[in-house]
């Protein structure tokens, strides 16, 4: 698989081992002012500016690392910007100000498939490419979605690794992050399709959302295992959700009798598989999605593509990409994380 080919470890040849930024936000190299931006439209202008859901996430600061990798390769003007709060509408001054500042492109993870979409459409109207990742826009709205992964495969590897856990029967419950995000809906929609076609004695209670906030996230598990008593295990779709549910389970008497599985970063998790708290979780690589991501954001600004179904570029270590239908880029399928391989992976 194309995704993991950047710096491939010895012993699995689908991911990458990369360092995990926690202090709040990657390295902006030109700074999170976006100092030093260009012109909107040029195609020397390689100034492109990530804005993630929220700063503070380790997730994107994962992908804000492989984004900032791949425009020093490309030798572009990287930074990133975004919201304190993964809300709705938190992102708009966001896109306006780097469509003010003449950015040649925004890569962007949307909390809201509308809420963003006409300052968006200003931003390309002046010149801006816009690359969504992670979470798609209305497709209108942008030139490409790099896709982490087939949404079918993310929701079906999820729903087989809680089905296999807690035996194929019980109750379990959906902790997703946010209740606007696109990717989020797309994947218990097609969770909730594949319970009922391929797992009729499993029952999904309930699905409540954390927010992608830790705290929240770890009172959102307790509710769901005093409101529902014979619950079986969790599905947490988000790598905040799935670490805090974890934390709440490590220390508690459900340890080891609720199963939880999801989205989550090896480093985050270790701790809870070499504990027993958590048998298998599943993600693709966030650093690829980002490096792939900045990429495809310097081909649109170079011309070498513009976003039409067949249109192929380079990527750097991962090679060569297609654009699909409706402009979207498959990074590749999810992995599976458990106790026998989870030592081999640092991000």
């Not at 919201?83 to 925004?106: F, K, M, R």
């Not at 209740?179 to 309930?206: G, K, R």
Request: glycine content about 12%; charged content about 20%.
């Amino acid at each position: 698989m194309k995704f993991a080919r950047k710096r491939v470890t010895a012993l699995a040849a689908v991911a990458v081992a990369a360092a995990l930024v926690l202090t709040g936000c990657a390295d902006t190299g030109g700074g999170t002012d976006g100092e030093g931006g260009g012109t909107g439209g040029g195609s020397d202008n390689l100034t492109i500016t990530f804005l993630p859901k929220n700063l503070g996430n380790p997730y994107f600061d994962t992908s804000s690392t492989g984004g900032k990798a791949a425009v020093d390769e490309i030798g572009g003007t990287f930074a990133e910007v975004g919201p304190a709060e993964a809300t709705p509408d938190a992102q708009v001054s966001y896109i306006n100000t780097a469509t003010q500042q003449g950015v040649g492109a925004l890569v962007v993870s949307a909390n809201d498939p509308q809420a963003i979409c006409d300052a968006l459409n200003e931003a390309r109207d002046a010149g801006v490419k816009v690359v969504t990742f992670d979470s798609d826009t209305n497709p209108d709205c942008r030139d490409l979605f790099i896709n982490q992964a087939d949404a079918e495969g993310i929701a079906k590897v999820q729903v087989d690794l809680i089905a296999e856990q807690i035996g194929g029967a019980g109750e379990i419950a959906i902790l997703s992050a946010s209740a606007n995000a696109t990717n989020q809906n797309a994947w218990i929609e097609l969770m909730e399709e594949y319970l009922a076609s391929d797992y009729p004695d499993i029952t999904l209670v309930e699905t409540v959302y954390g927010d992608d906030d830790d705290q929240t996230s770890f009172d959102k598990t307790a509710a769901l295992l005093q409101t529902h008593p014979d619950l079986k295990g969790i599905i947490s779709p988000t790598t905040v959700g799935i670490a805090a549910a974890a934390r709440y389970l490590s220390t508690s008497d459900y340890k080891g009798t609720v199963a939880l599985t999801g989205l989550g970063t090896p480093n985050q998790m270790r701790e809870y598989v070499e504990d027993g708290t958590v048998t298998a979780f599943a993600l693709w690589n966030p650093e690829d999605l980002g490096y792939l991501s900045a990429y495809a954001a310097a081909a649109l600004i170079q011309g070498d593509i513009t976003g039409e179904e067949g249109d192929t570029f380079e990527a750097g270590e991962l090679g060569e990409y297609e654009v699909g239908a409706d402009g979207v880029v498959l990074l590749g399928d999810p992995f599976v994380f458990d106790a026998d391989n989870i030592g081999d992976f640092d991000f």
